[in-house]
């Protein structure tokens, strides 16, 4: 018989009792590697022959003369599966940035007075890039390990993973507060030898809206008149407060209060990830 690990066999045998088939082959359906490392008992028992294989690598597929471990007659050596050494990586790319320069407050200010409640893309108002690489940078490796992670828990080599989260990106693009960046990963994934190879297409999304002026501070460097929201907000108090008064109000430009409205901020953005990792999560860098 041949010697493998114990929950292996385990299972093999069950898989005898329930369908008949045979020991061996349903072994050799379930071995974890291509190749193993051979292991003697390390007694004065060993054959010399065997004792010279102790630690070195086999293939399943090439037996040495006598067989693998525990097929020889009377052997007791066992094969332990061969997980070579790799150097882990994940390459995580987006696509489709942009390099426009971005809005200013005052343009978000100016949209929301005068664009009619009409949606903006993060590509058009050029704030793309920054979001995404603020977004990567706070995110990126935690997302690594948990596409790590799907691929691991993956049976069929189809690996998909779905995110959305909600980050705060005032220090980025002051306009631009809590919003929601979400995506999902959908790739193949090949596991050898406790190594999974994988790749495949991410996708991003970005949700917001711009409602509220007020939140966006422009008042502080934009409050005089003339100014967008001077005459918006300001001077029509002012104007207000005035006529209360019985002072004159300020004249023919006075206007009215406008309303603004709000607008939805989206964004996608397409890219992929593709990388060599451990399939054993305690090896691995990239871990949940
Ligand atoms: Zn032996």
């Not at 320069?101 to 409640?117: Q, R």
């Not at 995404?132 to 998909?160: M, P, Y």
């Not at 991003?204 to 008149?225: I, K, N, T």
């Amino acid at each position: 018989m041949m010697f493998v690990d114990q929950q292996l066999y385990k299972k093999a045998f069950e898989s005898y009792l329930r369908e008949g088939t045979p020991i061996e082959l349903s072994i050799k359906q379930a071995r974890p590697t291509t190749h193993y490392i051979w292991r003697t008992r390390n007694d004065g028992k060993v054959r010399s022959s065997h004792a010279d294989r102790e630690g070195q690598v086999f293939s399943w597929d090439d037996p040495p003369v006598g067989g693998h471990p525990g097929e020889d007659y009377n052997c007791r050596c066992t094969a332990e599966p061969y997980y070579p050494e790799v150097s882990e990586y994940l390459h995580l790319t987006i696509d489709g940035l942009g390099t426009k320069s971005g809005w200013s407050n005052t343009d978000f200010v100016n949209h929301y007075f005068n664009g009619g409640g009409r949606g903006v893309t993060l590509r058009q108002i050029g704030h793309s890039q920054k979001i995404i690489a603020a977004f990567i940078d706070r995110r990126g490796e935690a997302l690594k390990g948990q596409i790590a992670s799907a691929a691991r828990s993956t049976r069929v080599g189809l690996v998909s993973y779905r995110f959305d989260n909600t980050y705060n990106m005032t220090g980025i693009v002051f306009s631009i507060g809590d919003t929601t960046i979400g995506g999902s990963f959908s790739g193949q994934s090949v596991t050898q030898n406790g190594i999974i190879d994988l790749a495949g297409n991410l996708d991003l999304y970005l949700e917001d809206e711009f409602a509220d002026p007020l939140d966006v501070g422009v008042e502080v460097d934009d409050y005089r008149p003339g100014s967008i929201l001077y005459d918006n907000i300001h001077r029509p108090l002012n104007d207000y407060l005035r006529g209360r008064t019985g002072l004159p109000t300020g004249g023919p430009q006075r206007r009215g209060v406008r309303d603004g409205t709000p607008y939805d901020i989206t964004g996608t953005w397409s890219g992929s990830v593709e990388g060599r990792i451990y399939a054993d999560a305690t090896r691995s860098k990239y871990t949940e």
